[in-house]
């Protein structure tokens, strides 16, 4: 018996594009379903590295979300420009002590997208709180009338697990 469905975190944005490529190049008959980031009541990325952070540094690390969905804001309410989008949230993430990257990529690629975000793009930020490195994102999806077929199915796949989700709390989409 094979599986059909094998599941992953956005938050591992990177990881499950990775796996989608090599199950397209592999040809393999599985589907990959990518499931929301679950988040602490406070918007912060549930992760095993959380419990490394003191209090003061949970509290800062906060930010990192902050600032992510302040540009999902932004991008909600119209704004295309990718470096505005990223500028938004670097604004909030200013309590990291080390910043690795804030870049807003291609959701499917991961290659920089620069100039208007007219397709599926993903806001991602690794940073060092302390000694603990995080990393986060949100997805910014355009109008599905912009979209290929691909990119809605992709679309269709995280309105599926986000209302499956239920209403617990803040996360990303």
């Known amino acids: 018996m094979q599986p059909h469905v094998a599941f992953f975190g956005q938050k591992d944005l990177q990881q499950c594009a990775v796996i989608r490529q090599l199950v397209r190049d592999l040809n393999l008959a599985v589907e990959i379903a990518t499931a929301p980031t679950v988040r602490e009541p406070d918007g912060l990325a549930l992760s095993s590295r959380n419990s490394y952070l003191s209090s003061e540094e949970g509290e800062r690390a906060r930010c990192l979300s902050q600032g992510l969905f302040a540009a999902q804001v932004a991008f909600e309410q119209g704004e295309r420009d990718s470096q ?10 200013t309590e ?3 910043l690795q990257y804030l870049q807003l990529v291609d959701a499917s690629t991961l290659e920089r997208v620069t100039g208007p975000v007219d397709h599926p793009a993903a806001l991602c930020v690794a940073a060092y709180v302390g000694a603990t490195r995080l990393i986060d994102n949100v997805l910014l999806i355009p109008s599905p009338t912009a979209l290929s077929d691909h990119e809605l199915e992709l679309v269709s796949h995280a309105i599926n697990w986000q209302a499956a989700a239920g209403a617990d709390g803040p996360r990303s989409s």
Request: net charge negative.
């Open 84 to 93: 505005r989008l990223v500028e938004t949230a670097q604004a909030q993430i």
């Open 96 to 98: 990291v002590d080390q």
